[in-house]
């Protein structure tokens, strides 16, 4: 049974984002001018992409899923890759395929989070950090006009990781057996949003 301090966490992590996106909302509907501006754009980013959304999250699950060190390393694996490949969207590298990595990451992450099989920290990690540059680089593409970069940066790598820790907290069911009905369902759920991306249909 999830411990109070566990659910206190979740239902923290809830309203930190409620308030978050609440607060940030307006600021986003305008064109983000200066640092505060970059940083709140930035913020919004992931969060308003259901595509990321579903990726980030599936990560988080993933790392809880695998266990220690996984749910510490892959958190930390994907912002930081993700952040080289915004680089090159800024740079405008040219990168193929963005939208149907993306699209794709949520299908084979759900799929991975879904199987529930032990795989090498090493796949897990490379897996992880490919479909992380298909994420930095169409952040880093729509990088709006007025926004300082750096902090635009921040912004989306701070989002990122809330996302990812939305994932761990739900993934701490796993070492329950119902627990992982519920994770493997949502690791399902996650794949399933992949295949809707990837066919247009969402």
Avoid at 10 to 34: K, V
Avoid at 55 to 81: D, E, N, T
């Amino acid at each position: 049974m999830i411990t109070r301090s566990r659910r206190a966490l979740g239902t923290t992590l809830i309203l930190t984002l409620a308030l978050c996106a609440a607060a940030a909302a307006p600021a986003a509907a305008h064109d983000a001018q200066g640092v505060g501006g970059g940083l709140v754009s930035g913020f919004m980013h992931p969060i308003l992409g259901w595509d990321h959304v579903a990726a980030m999250v599936a990560v988080g699950l993933l790392g809880a899923v695998l266990g220690a060190p996984a749910i510490y390393l892959l958190p930390i694996v994907f912002p930081l890759v993700m952040a080289g490949g915004g680089a090159l969207g800024v740079a405008g590298v040219p990168l193929p395929g963005v939208e149907v990595g993306i699209a794709a990451s949520a299908l084979v992450l759900g799929l991975m989070v879904a199987a529930g099989r032990p795989i090498p920290l090493w796949l897990a990690a490379i897996v992880v950090g490919v479909f992380a540059v298909f994420h930095g680089h169409a952040h880093g593409t729509e990088l709006p006009v007025a926004a300082d970069a750096l902090s635009f940066g921040i912004g989306f790598v701070v989002g990122t990781g809330l996302l990812h820790l939305a994932g761990i907290v739900l993934g701490l069911a796993w070492r329950w057996n119902a627990g992982k009905v519920v994770v493997r369902a949502a690791g399902g759920m996650i794949a399933v949003a992949g295949i809707a991306f990837l066919t247009g249909t969402a």
